[in-house]
């Protein structure tokens, strides 16, 4: 039986890593005691790790299963027709307790030609920050090829790398080719294409538990490196309230800021599925069939064949994505 389409939430996929930490669940209630929990995939189609629907009627199907029956109905027209049955976004919450390893993803062509997979550029927004803690993104200066490798084999990388103090509600882009890593003490949301690929050049000199340390991609790194970017990662956006404020608008997925005091009546006139994010409060989600609510670190899918729904919220904060 195919069933209407209405608003999804999916069953978190969550990741232990050797820098994560316990935010996730004392800051967003994630079902995990573990002392090592890194990342909440929310919305996933990564081979092996493909989201799982957890309410309504279609409980139980996963999200590759809904692409093929539903189709545009899911995506929208044109994502359809340039996407098919590959889900375009990742989407994740992250608990940095340690510094995760300084890295960088390669873009489309490279990706493609080296692992038949999606580029990742991606975007961080801060959720929670503690005291001094800070992001590492780009180069404190303009910096070549040659100077690059010099510091990595000198393991003085960091002296070069550019290091941002965050506090609640920074945003960064962060493209394909921009040499980055998540600072100890940051709680974000990730919003990224579909791809797992991360090229690793310095961990920190860190071994697990078994004295082993993980495997880093200096040669694939080289070319993946673009050196001719500018510093213009930080991203401002306005915070009007009740209604969308664009933060990102790039050729992978566009996320716009809400801030929600009353209901808000929204209409999906971008031929694609919505993905809310709550990053603070409870957001009720009304459609003419169902009602929905996420409170903050939960995740919904608005179909693309659903037009109009509102927004009810006292005091919510919601990341609003599509493609």
Known sequence: MKYQLYPLKFQPILKDKIWGGEKLNQYLNKDSKSKKLGESWEVSAVPGD????????????????????????????????????EFPLLIKFIDAKENLSIQLHPNDELAKKRHNSFGKTEMWYVMQADKNANLI???????????????????????????DKVKEGDTYLIEAGRVH?????????????TSDVTYRVYDWERVDSEGNA???????????????????????YKKQKNASNIIINCPFFTT?????????KKQNTY???????????????????????ISKGETLLIPAHIKNFKLKSNSGKLLEVYV
């Open 50 to 85: 493909v989201s799982i629907v957890s309410n309504g009627e279609l409980k139980g199907k996963s999200l590759q299963e809904l692409l093929g029956i539903y189709k545009s109905e899911l995506l929208g027209e044109k994502n359809w027709k340039r996407f098919g049955e």
């Open 137 to 163: 993104v780009g180069f404190k200066d303009k910096i070549d090829k040659e100077t690059y490798l010099k510091h990595l084999e000198a393991k003085t990388l960091t002296d070069i790398l550019n290091f």
């Open 181 to 193: 890593a998540i600072g100890a003490g940051v709680l974000l949301a990730e919003i990224q294409q």
């Open 214 to 236: 993980r495997k880093l991609h200096k040669d694939n790194a080289i070319d993946a490196f673009d050196f001719e970017m500018k510093n213009d990662f930080r991203i401002d």
């Open 256 to 264: 716009n800021f809400i801030t929600i005091d009353s209901e808000i």
């Open 271 to 293: 031929d694609s599925f919505i993905i809310y994010m709550c990053v603070d409060g409870d957001v009720e989600i009304l459609t003419d069939n169902s009602l929905n609510s």
